[in-house]
């Protein structure tokens, strides 16, 4: 929906206000959304605007992104949604859940570290 909120907002002169009537939410939401967009690193807002699967869009859903967006500097983000797909990676199983594979290889796409983990 972000990506939504922004072709809207960039298609005239529209405020925040004008997107969240044509969209029925509020204004918050549409800020939250078109923030997460503009804070978040631009390859994790690019994979996840891949991903269709929606046991993994529900892993990054809005609430649990928000409070990462606000980092600084960028390298703390990196760490902490670094930090979200351990939790994850951690939880993989329980509750006869598996983790979808996209979530199994995100760390090694963006945050693999020459020394060899996260860690």
Avoid: N
Avoid at 88 to 95: H, P, T
Wanted: glycine share 8%.
């Amino acid at each position: 929906m972000a990506r939504k909120y922004e072709e809207f907002l960039r298609s005239g002169d529209r405020s925040y206000a004008d997107a969240a009537r044509e969209f029925g939410v509020t204004k918050v939401t549409v800020c939250y959304y078109t923030s997460l967009l503009r804070r978040l690193p631009p390859d994790f807002v690019r994979w996840l605007g891949d991903q269709d699967d929606p046991h993994v869009l529900g892993c990054f859903r809005e609430r649990r992104l928000r409070p990462i967006a606000g980092l600084e500097p960028d390298e703390a983000k990196q760490e902490a949604l670094a930090g979200l797909v351990r939790d994850l990676q951690a939880r993989d199983g329980e509750d006869d859940t598996e983790l979808p594979d996209a979530l199994k290889t995100l760390d090694e796409a963006f945050w693999h570290h020459p020394e060899g983990g996260l860690d």
